[in-house]
């Protein structure tokens, strides 16, 4: 999808600019770097929150995932939560395990004032000795044009885990 963005970008703004009497070198370079912008913004769009997959930790068994996002992944059946760490590292822990977490972001605010919710991250207390915390990012948009979505989803995380968790 990222690489139809580009072309397809880079073709418009680059036929544009030629109709309107610029020079080749000049409207090929303009168009593709209109094309690499559209595609950081609106193209590559990860998998859907709600799909469903196979997630792995070692030494764990496979997490099927009834609600997944970029770093977390919930599976109700076998009441499993994996999590992949800021540094990359994979857990796959019982809900058991999960003594608490918090929902951490920045507040930011714009020229015209509106606030952005921006390096949202959610912080896992665990009940294991090995590894007492975990914290995950979420960052699915970029925070510079849509953070308040990465701030909604992991509001949703939270709202599921306390429903789940504290019923």
């Not at 496979?62 to 996002?69: D, E, G, N, Q, V």
């Not at 800021?86 to 395990?97: A, E, P, R, Y």
């Amino acid at each position: 999808m990222a690489r139809n963005t580009i072309f397809i970008t880079w073709a418009l703004v680059a036929l544009l600019l030629l109709i309107s009497g610029a020079p080749v070198l000049i409207a090929a370079a303009l168009g593709a770097l209109a094309g690499l912008l559209m595609a950081a913004i609106f193209g590559g769009r990860k998998k859907d929150p709600s799909q469903a997959g196979s997630y792995h930790a070692r030494g764990e068994v496979p997490l099927t995932a009834t609600y997944a996002s970029d770093n977390i992944a919930l599976d109700l059946a076998g009441r499993r939560l994996w999590l992949r760490d800021t540094s990359g590292q994979t857990v796959i822990v019982d809900l058991d395990q999960v003594a608490a977490w918090e929902h951490t972001w920045r507040d930011t605010t714009n020229g015209w004032g509106k606030v952005f919710r921006i390096k949202n991250e959610m912080v896992f207390r665990l009940r294991q000795l090995d590894q007492p915390t975990v914290r995950i990012r979420f960052r699915r948009h970029n925070d510079a044009f849509n953070g308040n979505a990465n701030f909604a989803e992991a509001e949703a995380w939270q709202a599921r885990l306390t429903t789940l968790l504290n019923g």
